[in-house]
Every structure is written in C-alpha cells, then in structure tokens.
C-alpha cells in the first residue's frame, strides 16, 4: 500500500498582505521627499519675499514645513494601510479621500489672515506635496 502525498496551492491569495509592506516602505519615502521638496520650496519663496506670516506677524517657521508635511504624509499612509485592508476598491477610496482632504487644507491658508503671497505659497506647498505622496502611495493599492 503507498501513500501518495498531493500539495494543492491555494487558488486565492490575500494580496493586501504582501501590499502592506510596500504601501508603508514606499509611503515613509513619499513623507520625507515631499517634505524635503516643501521645505525647499519653501525656502525658495522666503528668500523672495514671501513673509509666511499673518496678521499678527507670527511666521511659519521653515522647520514647520518639514515637520507638518511629513506628519500629514505619515496620516496618509495611514488611511493608504487601512484602505488596502478594508475598503472594496482601495485605490479609488484612497485617491478620493485625499484629494477631499487636499481641498480642506486649503482652507486654513485662505481663512488665517495671511497676505496673499502667503496664501497662495502654502496652497501651492499643500497641492505639491499631495501630488508628490498621493500618486506614490495610489500606485501601491489595488484599483
């Protein structure tokens, strides 16, 4: 009598497992290069004039840029984690919720009192830095 021993594969394969290794490694390096790219921008537009400042003279300071670019990126790859695990269509959830949330950053560069230099540097900081990190931590979730 012999035995014979059959290895089957499983015909499914939880690909979110595999994912979220991919979406945090490449996540954290969208994080530090908008946030290195913002900071440098930034100095870019002080140096030109932009004041950075409001009403009541309190300026952003350069290290402020570096520090809340990366935290907001760091929220993303949180939402891009979460996404990849619990939503039906990760990447379209992921897309729509930060480009919502890119819109509502918006609001306190225009509601702030700061001049219009100002303003309009930190929406375009805000805008670059979600191109920089959405489309990296997009590309890593399933459609």
Known sequence: ?????????PTTVDTNVAARPTVWKH??????????VT???????????VSFADQSGQAIPLAGFTQLTFVFSMIGVGLAAIFARKARRPRRTFVRTTVA???VSLVPDI???FDVAS????????????????????????S
């Open 1 to 9: 009598m012999s035995t014979t021993a059959h290895l089957t594969t």
């Open 27 to 36: 996540g954290v390096g969208a994080a530090v290069a908008a946030a290195g």
């Open 39 to 49: 900071t440098v921008l930034a100095a870019i537009a002080s140096a030109a004039g």
């Open 101 to 103: 949330l890119t819109a």
């Open 111 to 113: 509601a702030f009192d």
């Open 119 to 142: 303003a309009i540097s930190l929406m375009t900081l805000h805008v670059v830095a979600a191109a920089i990190a959405i489309p990296v931590l997009a590309k890593r979730l399933e």
